[in-house]
């Protein structure tokens, strides 16, 4: 059976090779000519032009009125005209992009804001907006082309040094795209050592360590930023990566206590889960196996699909013995797959199937901008503002869907071939198991002798210290990691 857990330690090619990436110790660059020790700088804040306004914005903001500072910044935005006109244009476009971030659209927001940026280049507004770019593109997935060319083509004079690690962070990775290693050191060395792009470069350094093939000292990088003063999404990003250290060699237990609660984006949960039933398995604790493949199929990981867990089901089940169950699963797999297999079968377009297409986009590589999309789609879904130019602004965003879900498919043409030959080599896999399922049931003596006094735990009726309640077709999303299959061994 093949363990298709994958490590991802590969993002692009810039970060194979060691010598273009220097090494981190302690929180610092070596070879740095910068000084990271200095004191850290006060948050930014925006020093408005027009006062009275901007009082106004900041005060419904503070009190998370955001719906009202919306208004005033859709107001204010109909009043602006042109550069030149008026002292503070662009001032109603950066009060729109806060509070739509703060309602929960950090897509549109963060499209406006850039859009704000390259207009109002060295100017107050332009400063804020790029600080409006800066908090978003931390906490949410992007369009990495668009911030890379919006930061590295423009010349923003002395901004902000949080605002300054970030776009020299940009500059210094096209230039080590680009093979200009020495360019790159310049950018880097301006990236304040307390700023989150420090602690981003830091761990694309611990999966460059994993791809040249030195996990102990990817460990000891993730472990780094896995505790202390690091951001939230680096800290849950390193302790995925340290679970798929510990699973490679086989210490099944820590992997899985790391697995758990983690905090990421959908496609990556699912693709978690799936590492966890793997664990479990591993572990010989078919039950909890079970139960998470359960969790795997449901709705919520829709878009981290995988044959892999049909394949590690009907080995679980083979393993105790269920052969009528390794058939249902069995014909579960062909059901869910047959319209790929047939999109395979007469050499149609394979990008047009959604299975083969969401399959792809788990790759590493496409996944952040499949996350921008789906983000994209949801904020779609939830607009319900009328006032006209917020109607431009959301149909804005429908033609940069569009852009980017042809740019993905291009570049992901590649995955997704090799996703449409593992799912005809997982059919293999299936009718093989199958296969080997059937003669088992003939065998007079059948038993792995280790499982034969395999059985989950007990339902108990007389004590109420443990509730087991059935599941019906609906999942709960806070359950998602306690789901049981209760099973037993019928080997013989």
């Known amino acids: 059976m093949r363990v298709l857990v994958t490590i991802l330690a590969v993002f692009v090619s810039l970060w194979v ?11 610092r660059i070596e070879g740095s000519p910068m000084d990271f020790q200095s004191p850290i700088p006060e948050p930014f804040r925006y020093d408005p032009l027009e006062q009275n306004f901007w009082k106004r914005v900041a005060d419904r903001i503070e009190q998370q009125d955001f719906a009202s500072a919306l208004e005033l910044g859709v107001e204010r935005w109909g009043e602006e005209r042109p550069k030149g006109e008026t002292l503070a244009f662009g001032e109603g476009q950066l009060a729109v992009a806060m509070a739509l971030r703060y309602l929960g659209f950090p897509a549109t927001a963060l499209q406006l804001s850039i859009d704000l940026a390259r207009k109002q280049i060295g100017s107050r ?18 369009d990495d082309l668009e911030i890379e060319d919006l930061l590295s083509a423009g010349e923003f004079g002395e901004v902000h040094p949080h605002i300054q690690s970030m776009i020299s962070y940009f500059r210094g990775m096209q230039q080590l795209r680009l093979g200009f290693s020495e360019w790159s050191e310049k950018e880097f060395s301006r990236v304040r050592n307390d700023s989150f792009w420090a602690f981003q470069r830091k761990y694309l350094t611990a999966l460059g360590e994993v791809a040249r093939g030195r ?16 951001p939230f999404k680096i800290v849950n990003l390193s302790k995925l990566q340290r679970a798929r250290l510990l699973f490679e060699k086989g210490e099944f237990q820590n992997s899985y206590e790391l697995y758990k609660g983690l905090v990421l984006p959908l496609r990556e949960k699912g693709r978690v889960v799936l590492e966890m039933a793997w664990s479990q398995y591993y572990l ?3 039950s909890e196996a079970l139960g998470l493949i359960e969790s795997f199929k449901s709705p919520y990981f829709e878009a981290s699909l995988s044959s892999e867990a049909y394949l590690l089901e009907m080995v679980i089940y083979k393993e105790l013995c269920h052969y009528r169950k390794v058939n249902l699963v069995a014909s579960e797999f062909r059901s869910r797959f047959q319209s790929s297999m047939e999109q395979i079968d007469r050499r149609l377009d394979l990008s047009l199937n959604s299975i083969i297409l969401r399959s792809a986009l788990k790759h590493m590589q496409y996944q952040p901008l499949a996350n921008y999309v789906h983000q994209i789609r949801d904020e779609r879904r939830r607009w319900k503002f009328s006032e006209p130019i917020l109607t431009g602004l959301r149909d804005r965003m429908n033609g940069k869907e569009l852009e980017v879900v042809k740019r993905v498919k291009f570049v992901a043409s590649e995955q997704v071939q090799l996703v449409a030959e593992d799912i005809l080599d997982s059919l293999e896999q299936v009718m093989f198991t199958e296969y080997v399922a059937s003669l088992d049931q003939l065998r007079v003596s059948r038993a792995n002798r280790s499982l034969l006094a395999y059985n989950s735990e007990d339902v108990p009726h007389l004590s109420f210290n443990k509730t087991f309640w059935p599941i019906n077709g609906e999942h709960w999303w806070d359950e998602i990691e306690s789901y049981r299959v209760l099973t037993e061994s019928r080997c013989q």
């Open 17 to 27: 090779r060691s010598k273009e990436i220097p090494q981190l110790e302690g929180g």
């Open 125 to 142: 507004v332009g400063e804020a907006a790029l600080s409006e770019i800066n908090e978003i593109i931390q906490e949410h997935d992007y």
């Open 284 to 286: 010989k604790n078919y």
């Open 215 to 230: 996990s102990e000292a990817a460990t000891a990088l993730f472990e780094d930023l896995s505790a202390g003063d690091v």
